[in-house]
């Protein structure tokens, strides 16, 4: 089994412009997590997709956020209007679906907003 | 809420010695689930270690091992015999369902243990 895959691995952009980070779960893991982590803290949970369903949202997740898990498979993570703030490793974690299963994380992938 | 303290920021040992990485937590749940995660320079979280709350037993892999106890509500993680390639951070987290489909991870804010050869 591959692991859980995101890209770019690094992303560098100016403030006020949009990205978009891709995540591939591992294969026929339902579940899907992002979480953020910024420099000297523990990641924090951003949002949660079942299959294709997104059914929970942190209240850090502000509306220039957005995430799509089309047909239950990759998800994406587009972070519009970025700001100095948003500078973060974002991570993707997928579990397979039953209780509280392990979550497998992916690399993440490094933003800074300049 | 849920809460997760590491209070060791940074540790430093000497290759071969043994250490220990404290975890306290917290939730008025009382099923729930405790996790450590390594995270190497690289940057990747790897899964160490996953105990439910009712299996106290203490567990033991390799040179790791977990000691649980509800009564402090700590869930600490001992490397025997250090090496250096246990240079990372050590996250401890803590799961529970939160009611609206998810089952979030709580993590700690880390302790980044380095091991001098």
């Known amino acids: 089994d591959t692991g859980v895959s995101q890209d770019p691995r690094h992303k560098i952009t100016k403030r006020g412009q949009n990205v978009t980070f891709r995540c591939d779960p591992i294969?026929?893991?339902?579940?899907l997590y992002w979480y953020r982590q910024t420099l000297g803290q523990g990641p924090e949970f951003l949002t949660y997709?079942?299959?294709?369903?997104?059914?929970?949202k942190s209240r850090l997740l502000s509306d220039r956020f957005s995430a799509e898990r089309p047909k239950g498979s990759f998800s994406t993570l587009e972070i519009q209007r970025t700001e100095q703030g948003d500078s973060a490793m974002y991570l993707c974690?997928?579990?397979?679906?039953?209780?509280?299963?392990?979550?497998?994380f992916g690399p993440g992938t490094r933003l800074t907003v300049l | 809420a849920q809460k997760v303290t590491q209070a060791q920021t940074e540790i430093s040992v000497v290759e071969k010695e043994d250490v220990t990485l404290d975890c306290v937590y917290e939730?008025?749940?009382?099923?729930?689930?405790l996790f450590w995660y390594k995270q190497p320079p690289s940057g990747e979280l790897v899964f160490l270690i996953r105990r439910n709350s009712f299996d106290e037993q203490n567990e033991i892999s390799g040179r790791y091992s977990w000691n649980f106890q509800k009564s402090t509500s700590s869930f600490n993680f001992t490397i025997t015999a250090s090496q250096v390639v246990d240079s990372a951070v050590y996250f401890c987290a803590l799961i529970i369902y939160s009611g609206a489909g998810s089952y979030q991870l709580t993590f700690g804010k880390g302790t980044k243990l380095s091991v001098i050869p």
């Open positions: 974690a997928s579990s397979l679906g039953g209780g509280a299963d392990t979550q497998y």
């Open positions: 294969s026929e893991h339902n579940r």
């Open positions: 997709f079942q299959n294709e369903a997104q059914l929970e």
């Open positions: 939730t008025r749940d009382t099923t729930y689930y």
